[in-house]
Nanobody
Framework: QVRLVESGGGLVQAGGSLRLSCAVFGGTFSDYAMGWFRQAPGKERDFVAVISWSGGSTTYSDSVKGRFTIARDNAKNTVYLQMNTLRAEDTAVYYC?????????????????WGQGTQVTVSS
């Protein structure tokens, strides 16, 4: 059974930075494309970023491009999301997800496994 555990969320002022981590237990981490999604209250779960199984390719949503960076360490079975220049509109629960079939999936339904989420709150 594959389990994903996010950490690193918290409260930060606008303009600040946070780094989220997602550790994967079970399965073969290097088989998975790893994505980050976020969900604000009353809104749908939105794509944020994805990294290919090798780490050689990434894709970002337009809203975070240039501010967020996704990275992975296959030796540590962990994917990261470095978030810089945070804005109030980045406030959401952030989820990591794993997909064993697609190179760079951007749709939530493509993912096989999900973490429980970590809250990020940006105060303006």
């Amino acid at each position: 059974q594959v389990r994903l555990v996010e950490s690193g969320g918290g409260l930060v002022q606008a303009g600040g930075s946070l780094r989220l981590s997602c550790a994967v237990f079970g399965g073969t981490f290097s088989d998975y494309a790893m994505g980050w999604f976020r969900q604000a209250p009353g809104k749908e779960r939105d794509f944020v970023a994805v990294i290919s199984w090798s780490g050689g390719s990434t894709t970002y949503s337009d809203s975070v491009k240039g501010r967020f960076t996704i990275a992975r360490d296959n030796a540590k079975n962990t994917v990261y999301l470095q978030m810089n220049t945070l804005r109030a509109e980045d406030t959401a629960v952030y989820y990591c997800a794993a997909d064993a079939e697609s190179l760079l999936p951007t749709m939530a339904h493509e993912y096989d496994y999900w973490g429980q989420g970590t809250q990020v709150t940006v105060s303006s």
